[in-house]
């Protein structure tokens, strides 16, 4: 007996977790995460404001050249997360979102030197494939994180999100007006704003490279994951067609994001003064506000009570159902003011919603060995919608303002039925 107490305390010592909850506990490593990806939505949002005025009135472009620059950076990202995202899964993630932020900072600082379209069409393109820091960052949180707390940490990433993008439009917008006020070219004005972001990318940078760790201490988890997937027949191939009406979901669920940039403003010219007291230019951006501040408050109090209330499937279906509601009373009363602010922040909840929901299932759906390319495949889902549905909504609403809105109402109840076909449990 005295034989058998030394052969078996080795094999039972790896699967105690009392001896492995000390060292699982990488939360304050999650500090640096939240910054990059608030850092890589900055440097996007903060240009939003004074971009199309720099490449007017500066460089003397045109419409094309806007829609040029708009469409390569999302090009761009198309690559860059998918590429990221894979090469997080054979390098590490730290080495790979610590490339990231310098990139991104260093095409930022690029952007004061810029003379000509096509300079700054290249250096925004740099940026986008540099911007891909959020598939390793939520492959990150499924490495380092327990299942239960997921939820919670992918809300909160998505809030970092939906904070870069309710302030950054207001100080890359408060930050011109004010210079134009002393005098300064539009020149000036945007590099100052690049300047801004430079200056965040760069301390971004020097927090992760000092607090990031490459995910460690749940490397146990991660050999049980991989052994589990090998008895299983391999949980790659069988997940890759299980993963395809995730993707489309995640595809279709861009397109809230997409419609409300590019057909919202649009939309509200129609109806400026001769109906609301102020005009678009005043409404838009009151209605960005809002959207930003909508999924910093939903992810902070809503997402995950009723992510753990619906489960993954039904959450999306919610989501779906949230989000054709509000796209349905727009088109219905779009004569109100009360009507947009309340649709819209109905429209956003849903479109949270969703977004918190699919990191989960692409963790359920993966391994730690293909966790950052699958992650990064659904984030390229949503940069392939913002190429292909402004194009497709604005041919439709030259037809008619309304089609966009009732084709997008018929893609997401389209999503809704593609919903069914997830699998919450890939065993």
Known sequence: MTAKSPTQSPIQSPTQSPTQSP?????????????????????????????PFFIFDHLRGSVTDLGIYLSSFSICQLIGFRLFGYLSDIYGRRPIILISILSSTIS?????????????????SISGIAGGTVPVALAYITDTIPKED??????????????AFTFGPVV????????????????????TCCAVGALFGLLSFVISFFRLNNPQTSEETRRE??????????????????????????????????????????????????????????????LLF???????VSQTFVIKFLINLFGEGWSIRWGYSLSTIALCIIITFP???????????????????????????YQKHSTPKTRGRIMGTGQSMEAMNRII????????????????????????AFGMIVSFLISNNPQ
Request: hydrophobic share 50%; net charge neutral; charged share 10%.
């Open 172 to 191: 890359g917008g408060a930050v011109p007006f004010i210079m134009r006020l002393y005098g300064f070219s539009i020149r000036v004005q945007f590099i």
């Open 389 to 412: 549905i402004p194009i497709t909504g604005s041919l439709l609403y030259n037809l008619n303002r309304y089609l966009p809105f009732i084709g997008s109402i018929g893609f997401l």
């Open 335 to 361: 004569q109100s003011f009360a009507v947009w602010f309340g649709s819209i922040i109905l429209l956003y909840i849903g479109y949270n919603l969703l977004q918190t929901t699919f990191p989960i299932l």
């Open 150 to 163: 997921q939820a919670k940490c992918f809300a909160r990433v998505n809030m970092c999100s939906s904070m």
């Open 23 to 51: 060292t699982q506990s990488p939360t304050p490593s999650l500090i640096p995460i939240y910054l990059c990806v608030l850092n890589d939505m900055l440097g996007v949002s903060l240009l939003l404001s004074i971009v």
């Open 290 to 296: 809002i959207s930003g501040l909508t999924g910093v």
């Open 108 to 124: 930022l600082g690029l952007c004061s030197i810029v003379n000509s379209v096509p300079m700054l069409i290249v250096i925004r």
């Open 225 to 286: 994951e991989v052994v589990v997937s090998i008895e299983e027949g391999g949980v790659d191939k069988p997940s890759s067609l299980r993963l395809l009406p995730i993707y489309l979901c995640n595809f279709i669920n861009a397109t809230i994001v997409t419609i409300t940039l590019t057909i919202f403003a649009k939309f509200l010219e129609d109806f400026d003064t001769r109906i609301f007291d102020f005009g678009a230019a005043e409404i838009f951006p009151t």
